[in-house]
């Protein structure tokens, strides 16, 4: 069975991105249950079976942005199974890779959430398209607050903030 989404690699940002599409000729990175064969008789079919992975429509989103333009999105929502969004492991040589501290990219922001930052261009801009969120850098007060469609900027280099919700109920 399958347990992720599919990933491709991005060469010129250095990064995993989810794909909605599988193509044919393509690299794709994806997590098994257990060893064995994947076969689609379709791409139909193939692309089918992946929107299941895909966070859903009314979840929050966090987008991340780099100095350099790379940009990678965060998901918080109700009833989010992590192990299903989980990210790839780290790509060697990769300099912008920004996850949950489990290695997901979705979750229940029902608590205080790390966030773990790799990044060789600071600052980094952060935006939510949902709740408004606490942002505080490890063992510190309140570092900014992230409104929704409003971007605040992580000028100081960092490899992980945590995330806390302005309110406990989605």
């Given at each position: 069975n399958i347990t992720s989404a599919?990933?491709?690699f991005d060469a010129f940002n250095k990064v995993y991105v989810?794909?909605?599409?599988?193509?044919i000729g393509s690299g794709y990175w994806v997590q098994f249950e257990s060893d064995g064969q994947?076969?689609?008789?379709?791409?139909?079919?193939?692309?089918?079976?992946?929107?299941?992975?895909?966070p859903k429509d009314d979840w929050n989103k966090i987008i991340f942005k780099d100095n350099q333009g790379r940009v990678t999105c965060l998901y918080f929502g109700e009833d989010v199974e992590n192990k299903v969004f989980m990210l790839p492991?780290?790509?060697p040589n990769n300099d912008f890779d920004i996850r949950f501290e489990d290695g997901s990219y979705a979750t229940e922001l029902n608590k205080d959430i790390s966030i773990l930052i790799k990044c060789d261009s600071f600052p980094i801009?952060?935006?939510t398209t949902g709740k408004s969120l606490y942002i505080y850098s490890e063992g510190s007060e309140i570092l900014k607050t992230v409104t929704q469609n409003k971007s605040?900027?992580?000028?100081?280099k960092t490899s992980k903030i945590i995330l806390k919700a302005l309110v406990n109920k989605f």
């Open positions: 599919f990933f491709r989810t794909s909605d599409t599988l193509r994947l076969i689609f008789n379709s791409l139909d079919q193939a692309n089918e079976s992946i929107k299941k992975f895909y492991p780290i790509f801009k952060v935006s605040i900027t992580i000028d100081e």
